[in-house]
């Protein structure tokens, strides 16, 4: 076959594919920069989004102070709205706010208008409660677009990813979350035991403590999951960050 004939569909190809991993990859740097990992092995950033969520977010904070756990919640503006005081006690238990967009759309398929919109419109919902704007931003369902980094620029926002999601949205037994939360125990093992684990980066583990369709939902088993995690983590050696607190960028190959 001539080569020239599947030349131009192979590219397109490609460069859809391209695309769909710049939208999607947790780590890829293509459409602007990403942290996905904390960039020390000891470091673990525990992350929870789709809040606040009056059902599980007040058990939530409460179990995090008894672990003397830090973390990042990358907030969704209309519930923000709804639950003002939620929103405050969040931030003064000393865990850090993160914008998650104004109603949780697939950024993919928004326009800039529309991404500026949802950004600024979270943003504003945050800093009316706690006077003063989220630095982090976490993009909903991982998905990115062409104009994200630049937009993510002029609102003073960093994108954060994530290097483990185990899924703790689906229907199953804590058990099974239990079992998917393993790696950053096993990451944590490997990293640590090198010789030289300072280049070796820890992990940003992303949770749902809300559910971006509606407020009170069950997430019973993310709770259930932290309760047999935490005190293991800490006995292995990892300290708990917040974003705040991750100074290097890690970028990984
Ligand atoms: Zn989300």
Redesign the pocket.
């Known amino acids: 076959m001539d080569p020239w004939l599947i030349a131009p569909s192979a590219l397109v190809a490609g460069a859809a594919a391209m695309t769909a991993y710049g939208a999607v990859n947790p780590r890829s740097q293509l459409f602007g920069p990403v942290i996905s990992g904390t960039g020390a092995a000891k470091k673990l950033a525990l992350t929870f989004?789709?809040g606040p969520n009056p059902a599980i977010t007040p058990k939530l904070l409460e179990l995090l102070a008894k672990h003397k756990a830090p973390a990042t919640f990358?907030l969704?503006g209309k519930f923000v709205r709804e639950c003002p005081a939620l929103v405050k006690e969040i931030a003064a238990q000393g865990h850090v706010l993160g914008n998650?967009t104004e109603t949780?759309p697939n950024l993919f398929f928004c326009g800039p208008r529309e991404t500026r919109e949802e950004l600024q419109r979270c943003t504003e919902a945050i800093e009316q409660i706690v006077w003063a704007r989220p630095r982090w931003f976490?993009p909903?369902?991982g998905f990115r677009s062409p104009w994200l980094g630049e937009i993510l620029l002029q609102q003073g926002l960093t994108n954060v990813t994530w290097s483990l999601i185990p899924g703790d949205w689906r229907r199953k037994p804590a058990n099974w979350l239990i079992e998917r939360m393993k790696p950053v125990a096993a990451h944590a093992h490997a990293n640590l035991s090198k010789k030289n684990s300072s280049f070796a980066s820890g992990d940003i583990l992303c949770l749902?403590d809300g559910d971006?369709t509606h407020l009170n939902a069950d997430r019973e088993i993310t709770l259930r999951a932290l309760e047999y995690w935490l005190p293991r983590w800490r006995d292995l050696g990892l300290e708990f960050v917040t974003m705040s607190e991750i100074v290097r960028k890690a970028v990984e190959p």
């Open positions: 989004d789709d990358f969704v998650h949780h976490r909903p369902f749902h971006y």
